[in-house]
């Protein structure tokens, strides 16, 4: 069961990057990473996945580095409407034969400033 | 096309009750899953259904129970109803549910808030 680790709350000002990191150190070999965005009151949203070096859509880039014990999702340019919970998952064994569940965390909490 | 929609949006309940709660999924997509989100515990997995059957549980009492119905829609029931139940219940549907340590994107509903008094 790969647990993930990543910041509570991070801070930044609107135009700026922001990279926000997470630690998986026990991930399993074939998993692959994936981050949700979520704001109040609605379901969280799909970012981006990745299995290693870089990934980048139209949203976001997903940077893992060679060893995969952490990962980093990068948000170019941020704005209000970016402050958001994202949560870094990795999919953790079923209790169903063959079956995967995503275990969320407690997220990292983006505030954007004016 | 349509997102995923969960019904109702909002709840209130008293403690010993039961409750239904309703999800259609994206149209295409076999698997339901259920999450319930609270402040103190965060996003926690209930149970997954694909093609009629479930193939995964979280850890929830026996009182958290879930079905899905031919056309992939998905009901989650509650009964007696303790006031540690009130949350934000989220559904998600995607195409398919996983292979090796790839799963599919999820598409969640925007919730049904449950109150229990």
């Known amino acids: 069961l790969a647990k993930t680790t990543q910041p509570i709350s991070m801070d930044s000002y609107e135009g700026q990057e922001v990279n926000i990191t997470c630690s998986h150190n026990?991930?399993?070999?074939?998993?692959?990473i994936t981050w949700y965005q979520q704001f109040p009151s609605q379901g969280p949203r799909f970012i981006i996945q990745g299995y290693k070096t870089k990934v980048t859509n139209e949203v976001a880039s997903l940077f893992i580095p060679a060893d995969r014990k952490s990962s980093t999702l990068s948000l170019p340019r941020v704005s209000l409407s970016d402050t958001a919970v994202y949560y870094c998952?990795?999919?953790?064994?079923?209790?169903?034969?063959?079956?995967?569940?995503?275990?969320f965390g407690k997220g990292t909490k983006l505030s954007v400033i004016p | 096309k349509a997102g995923v929609t969960q019904t109702p949006r909002y709840l209130i309940k008293t403690r010993g009750q039961q409750v239904t709660l309703s999800c259609s999924p994206i149209?295409?997509?076999?698997?339901v899953s259920w999450y319930q989100q609270t402040p103190g515990q965060g996003l926690q997995f209930l149970f997954e259904?694909?093609?009629?059957?479930?193939?995964n549980k979280g850890n929830f009492p026996g009182r958290f129970s879930g079905r899905q119905f031919s056309n992939s829609r998905s009901e989650m029931n509650v009964s007696t109803l303790e006031l540690g139940d009130s949350a934000l219940y989220l559904c998600?549907?995607?195409?398919?549910?996983?292979?090796?340590?790839?799963?599919?994107?999820?598409?969640f509903g925007n919730g049904t808030r449950l109150t229990v008094t």
């Open positions: 998952l990795s999919p953790a064994q079923g209790s169903g034969a063959g079956s995967y569940q995503l275990t």
């Open positions: 149209s295409g997509h076999r698997s």
């Open positions: 026990n991930i399993a070999t074939n998993d692959y």
């Open positions: 259904y694909f093609s009629e059957t479930q193939r």
């Open positions: 998600a549907s995607s195409p398919w549910s996983g292979s090796g340590g790839l799963l599919s994107p999820l598409h």
